[in-house]
């Protein structure tokens, strides 16, 4: 088996994950919406700074396509799962994204002048950082369940032509 994700396989993973993931923060967003206000729709045809619907509706194919990117990354430079839940491919990709997540603040407050108020946006980072942890696990949970289903469908379909091949000269006549 190979080391690293196969094309199709690593496409449709991908695919599977970034709809999930983005799914798993618009849905909730949009219930919200809809508890909060009444109505979901009220909120979209009113004039008003808070038309949240419209700004998710503009906004998931944009989270859909940058999150099809981010998890064929992660997943091209991830081993192939063995697993559902690898403890080992998330801990990796948590501790990634968390150096550079932390890098970056940091060098936007070095940038900006203010490496004074390090504890403030750390604390910022870290808040944020948790949420964000969330649509990236359910995407990673997803990716390799849909990677472990193709997977096995291929190695079905592998199977049976084998054993067709194998039986096929005993089903042709010998004449």
């Not at 206000?37 to 998710?56: K, Y």
């Not at 359910?138 to 472990?148: E, P």
Request: with cysteine; charged share 15%; glycine share 6%.
């Amino acid at each position: 088996m190979e080391n690293n994700m196969r094309s199709w396989n690593l496409f449709f993973s991908a695919i599977f994950a970034s709809m999930i993931s983005v799914l798993s923060v618009v849905m909730p967003f949009c219930l919200f919406l809809k508890f909060y206000h009444g109505n979901l729709f009220v909120v979209a045809s009113e004039r008003m700074s808070s038309r949240g619907i419209e700004v998710m509706l503009y906004l998931t194919p944009f989270l859909l396509f940058t999150a099809f990117i981010c998890f064929w990354i992660v997943f091209r430079c991830l081993p192939v799962p063995k697993k559902i839940i690898e403890t080992n491919h998330m801990l990796k990709v948590i501790i990634t994204l968390g150096l550079n997540w932390f890098g970056l603040i940091l060098f936007f407050q070095f940038l900006d002048g203010r490496i004074y108020d390090v504890v403030e946006t750390l604390t910022f980072g870290i808040v944020s950082f948790f949420i964000l942890l969330v649509p990236l696990m359910v995407g990673l949970l997803s990716g390799n369940i849909m990677y472990l289903l193709i997977d096995k469908r291929i190695l079905k379909c592998g199977k049976i032509n084998k054993i067709k091949d194998k039986y096929k000269s005993i089903s042709s006549s010998p004449l």
